[in-house]
């Protein structure tokens, strides 16, 4: 029964781990793209759902090319590196008993005060926590990046007068029609900018229109 709820508790743990670094990661990157355009996020404010997607779908090329080292790591640890240095200790008590004194050394001797050896492992421990948070931070930094670059590459389509008619948007703002590039969306309100005066406007999600530039109608009949 205890082993039951351990593992009940362990896979909550893991979804709560799980989602808030999805909201993090999708948040960071969002902090990214607003800076450079200079949008305001209290706005352009997303709702949790729309969060967790963005942060899903962002975290997975980088998910994969980690899991894929991961696998090629473990894959030269076990079939390489292992059996390598197994025969290396095998063929050498010098090397054996440096590999020991090592070993000792981090772990503590069965001799050791018990206390010694707790404090050796809280030590291991710590060190794991300190891995696992600075590359939690290196993440974010990463997908802040990320953001930042997907802004500046924007700017300079909107600054090159690279922008196609179907790329931008019709959108009605105080009873003028005016055709906007759009920039991102939050939960009620868009941000769109007009490529000839550089100005940004926002407007509600539902208050635009675009034109469908897609295969012909003769070529669907077909």
């Known amino acids: 029964m205890s082993t039951h709820r351990s593992s009940l508790f362990d896979s909550a743990v893991t979804l709560a781990v799980t989602t808030a670094f999805f909201y993090a990661i999708s948040t960071a990157y969002y902090d990214g793209y607003f800076g450079p355009l200079h949008l305001d996020a209290n706005v352009l404010d997303r709702n949790v759902q729309q969060s967790l997607y963005r942060g899903f779908v962002i975290s997975l090329t980088p998910t994969l090319i980690g899991l894929l080292i991961y696998a090629c790591g473990c894959a030269f640890y076990s079939h390489v590196l292992l059996p390598v240095l197994n025969d290396w200790l095998r063929h050498s008590r010098w090397c054996k008993r440096q590999f020991l004194k090592l070993k000792h050394l981090c772990l503590g001797r069965e001799k050791d005060p018990e206390i010694e050896r707790s404090q050796k492992k809280h030590t291991l421990t710590a060190f794991l926590y300190l891995g696992i948070f600075t590359i939690l931070i290196l993440s974010l930094q990463y997908f802040e990046r990320k953001g930042k ?19 931008l948007v019709t959108v009605k703002i105080d009873e003028k029609l005016m055709q906007l590039l759009p920039l991102v969306c939050g939960a009620r309100n868009c941000a769109g900018i007009d490529p000839k005066t550089k100005v940004i406007y926002y407007f509600p999600q539902n208050g635009h229109s675009y034109q469908f530039i897609g295969t012909s109608t003769n070529q669907m009949a077909d």
């Open 149 to 167: 670059e997907v802004a500046v590459a924007d700017l300079k389509t909107i600054e090159s007068s690279a922008v196609q008619a179907s790329d």
